[in-house]
């Protein structure tokens, strides 16, 4: 199974509306519910976009709190609260993205990423690192695209209503982003099977 | 080619495209092709060959998982609700509530000023009272105003007034303790941080 994946997601979907209603009506006992649900997958998904831990948990914590701050207006049955979450965060995510382009734009620059001598041996936490740096090199809603799909195992279309854009708009995303990906990672991939 | 669930057959050019955008993971193919994929990669030696060109590609990304959760991080986010609104917006929007309460102080200054102006020196209509004994201020600024007294509604409380019930108002004292004049903000410290 993919990392992240949900299964049973109309019980999830119902519990959230549930959660959200105890919240809305001031009782405190049932915000810890939505913490235990939700809070894991967002912050890992804002860390895989933004590459920081510290910055990750800001994101997620500005998400849960707006998320209190708007749970008595919250409408039952209507968009998932999952939905709901990964989109703020990956409006904070792109928005502190881009300051921190701005910035230090080297940041963001292309890494060379094929360094690695002929014959080194690349260890588990230099491939880590490796793709973590070449997701820093995809342009922004490529790498969120993959961060939805590859990472937290979320279904195309709701991939794609958190983006909002169509689903074939998201294949092409993802497809353009796991190509580049392949592109800088290929010493890591003949590593991998083996050749030279 | 395989067939979807409404029968439809599953090319090998759109096999190649869902590996392209997925990868070669079934959990993460469109649900409706995921069976038709899934047959054609069964008898397809083609198939099989570039899902695993997809596999090694999953593999290098799967080194690249985010950390666990930290559990103080966690702990903190579990214990919003309790924190309550008195930070940040209301320190927030304090501010123009410290700012009101200044122009209410110099408002009663300048009223009592006004007053003091009117009130002719040396008035006698005490009926023979000595001028040289001191009886009431002469304005409001000489004054000690008790924060009961201040005639703005919702300004004046018991975390402005000092210990001895005077009203020692400055921007910083207003800002510090400001305790959630307004009803139904649903605010923590965090937003200060991150906005």
Redesign the interface.
């Known amino acids: 199974m993919a990392p992240g994946h949900a299964d049973g997601a109309g019980e999830v979907i119902d519990a959230d509306d549930h959660l959200v209603g105890r919240v809305a009506r001031g009782d405190a006992s049932a915000w810890p519910g939505l913490v235990e649900r939700h809070l894991g997958a967002v912050t890992g998904f804002a860390w895989t976009v933004l590459g920081d831990r510290a910055e990750a948990e800001d994101v997620a914590q500005e998400a849960f709190v707006r998320l209190m701050r708007k749970a008595p207006d919250w409408q039952p049955g209507g968009a998932k609260l999952r939905t709901w979450l990964f989109r703020v965060a990956t409006n904070l995510s792109t928005d502190r993205w881009r300051k921190a382009r701005r910035a230090r734009p080297e940041a963001a620059a292309p890494a060379n990423l094929n360094d690695s001598g002929e014959g080194d041996v690349i260890r588990p936490l230099d491939q880590a690192r490796a793709v973590r740096k070449a997701l820093r090199t995809l342009p922004e809603r490529q790498r969120v695209a993959i961060a939805l799909v590859h990472y937290r195992g979320l279904a195309n279309r709701e991939a794609a209503d958190i983006l909002g854009i169509s689903v074939d708009a998201l294949e092409s995303l993802l497809a353009r982003g796991r190509r580049a990906i392949r592109r800088q990672l290929s010493h890591l991939i003949r590593d991998l099977l083996g050749e030279s | 080619m395989g067939e979807n669930e409404n029968g439809t057959e599953l090319d090998f050019d759109r096999f190649q495209?869902i590996l392209?955008?997925?990868?070669a993971?079934p959990?993460?193919w469109?649900?409706e092709e995921r069976a038709p994929a899934s047959k054609l990669l069964a008898r397809s030696a083609d198939a099989k060959r570039i899902h695993a060109a997809a596999e090694?590609?999953?593999?290098?990304?799967?080194?690249?998982?985010?950390?666990?959760?930290?559990a103080a991080?966690?702990e903190?986010?579990?214990g919003?609700?309790?924190r309550k609104p008195e930070a940040a917006s209301a320190i927030r929007r304090s501010g123009f509530a410290a700012l009101t309460r200044i122009a209410a102080v110099l408002l009663v200054g300048l009223v009592g000023v006004a007053i003091g102006l009117a009130i002719p020196r040396g008035s006698n209509d005490g009926g023979g009272a000595d001028l040289a004994t001191p009886t009431a201020p002469a304005s409001a600024f000489e004054a000690e105003i008790p924060v009961a007294d201040l005639p703005v509604d919702g300004f004046a409380d018991a975390a402005d007034a000092d210990a001895d019930g005077t009203l020692g108002l400055s921007l910083i004292d207003a800002l510090a303790t400001e305790s959630a004049p307004f009803a139904?903000v649903?605010?923590?410290v965090?937003?200060l941080?991150?906005e």
């Open positions: 495209a392209d955008a997925y990868g993971s959990d993460r469109p649900a090694h590609l999953d593999s290098v990304l799967d080194s690249a998982v985010p950390p666990p959760l930290d991080f966690a903190r986010i579990r919003l609700p309790p139904g649903e605010v923590s965090a937003d941080r991150l």
